[in-house]
């Protein structure tokens, strides 16, 4: 029992100076773990985009139009055109629109001769569709009377001086082109395909 009472003394004394050496003994100093540097992620530029260069168009020169001739007191109908629609062939043309060069220069007039196998329908359907040209080149009076009395040709007698035109045509041809005592046509020329020979009497008898 005694010994059990200086044992109790003794332990408390230890457990007293345990803790008293606990209280002064210096804090335990945590050391962080060393953070090791990051370095920065290197920025990159980002690529310059080139736009791909853009080709103009080369300008091309048009060419020159061509003038047409201006009107002046000496030719005051220049730069004006006139169509002749015929029914010649091409080689006739040809020579047909040359003889229009003269004219030309002294007027400044253009003539333009547009040939056509299908004349004699397509002359009446132009004139019925208000489309004629300034000129028919009939190759027959026959078709031209029908027009002219179907009111699709125009009185040259007003246009035209008739004295001039006696002067330079007996009057059975500017008879040929009238219709109805109307003068609708000027003979260009004329071509024989036939001659018609028939009976005479008796050449003693003609005296």
């Known amino acids: 029992m005694f010994k059990n009472r200086n044992l109790w003394p003794m332990l408390t004394i230890l457990v007293i100076s345990a803790m008293l050496l606990a209280a002064c003994a210096p804090a335990a100093q945590v050391t962080e773990a060393p953070v090791e540097p990051t370095e920065a992620p290197v920025v990159t530029e980002a690529p310059v985009v080139t736009e791909a260069p853009v080709e103009e168009p080369v300008a091309t020169e048009e060419p ?3 003038e047409e001739p201006a009107a002046t007191e000496e030719m005051p109908f220049a730069g004006e055109t006139v169509t002749i629609f015929t029914a010649a062939s091409e080689d006739q043309v040809a020579l047909f629109q040359t003889e229009f060069e003269d004219f030309i220069a002294e007027t400044g007039i253009e003539v333009i001769v547009e040939p056509s196998p299908d004349f004699e329908v397509l002359a009446v359907t132009r004139a019925e569709a208000g489309d004629p040209p300034e000129i028919y080149n009939f ?28 002067g330079q045509y007996d009057q059975a041809w500017l008879d040929s082109g009238m219709v109805d005592g109307t003068l609708y046509g000027i003979w260009h020329n004329a071509d024989v395909k036939s001659l018609v020979c028939r009976g005479l009497p008796d050449p003693d008898h003609l005296g």
């Not at 190759?139 to 001039?164: C, E, I, K, V």
């Open 139 to 166: 190759p027959q009076p026959g078709l031209m009377a029908d027009m002219a009395r179907n009111g699709f040709l125009t009185d040259l007698g007003s246009a035209l001086d008739m004295s001039y035109l006696q």
């Open 64 to 66: 020159a139009a061509t």
